[in-house]
């Protein structure tokens, strides 16, 4: 069975966030945030058809968890580029989360580059960066922050202002140094990018998701 989401920055947790935030300063995430929800709870709603005994049941329940996985995909995709999308304003630091795609071995190779790419250059700005190959965590110190905010002459982006466009598939062509005979390979990396907010106090439930 596959993963049951594209990416694992979407937990309930920070989907739940984000939804509380988007109501105010990007409302046209609400409609995606929700029905991510609902195809959550189908998700785990179905998985257990398949301790059943009966094989067509099984069947079926494959078939719906598979429909169910592919609609979550293009939900979260749809999310990404509703976020990558100018409009509402959102601050904060951010969390960037860094996945092979196609390519094998290069593709792998390729999204360890990129997260030393993005840690060098949070590094040059002189912003915090904590996380593993996959993940990285990105924050502007407190005292940073502070300071563009006394300076209203210049108002500096916040992390994630400067990051969200970053999210979508990222595609590189070239002679891997394994390759004897030199070929061109095609390999892609996924990045996400979301915003790292403040927890807020909020019920994440299949009702909350649907007022």
């Known amino acids: 069975m596959s993963s049951t989401v594209l990416h694992t920055l979407f937990t309930p947790s920070r989907l739940a966030t984000l939804l509380t935030l988007s109501k105010k300063a990007k409302p046209e995430l609400v409609p995606l945030l929700q029905k991510h929800g609902v195809l959550t709870h189908t998700f785990h709603e179905t998985i257990p058809l398949l301790r059943e005994t009966d094989t067509l049941i099984q069947t079926l329940a494959r078939t719906e968890i598979e429909n169910t996985q592919a609609q979550i995909r293009r939900v979260e995709n749809g999310i990404l580029d509703k976020l990558a999308e100018g409009g509402g304003k959102v601050e904060g630091d951010a969390i960037v989360e860094i996945r092979p795609g196609t390519g094998g071995e290069e593709a792998i190779l390729f999204a360890k580059e990129l997260n030393k790419m993005y840690t060098r250059y949070a590094e040059r700005k002189g912003w915090n960066v904590a996380g593993d ?56 990396v996924t990045v996400a990018v979301l915003p790292q907010t403040t927890q807020v106090p909020c019920e994440f439930s299949l009702r909350t998701l649907c007022d």
């Open 133 to 188: 190959d996959k993940t990285i965590t990105i924050n502007q110190p407190k005292n940073s922050r502070r300071s563009a905010e006394e300076n209203e002459d210049h108002e500096e982006p916040s992390v994630y202002e400067k990051l969200r466009f970053e999210s979508g598939v990222h595609r590189v062509q070239r002679v891997p140094v394994t390759e004897t005979q030199g070929r061109v390979h095609t390999s892609t």
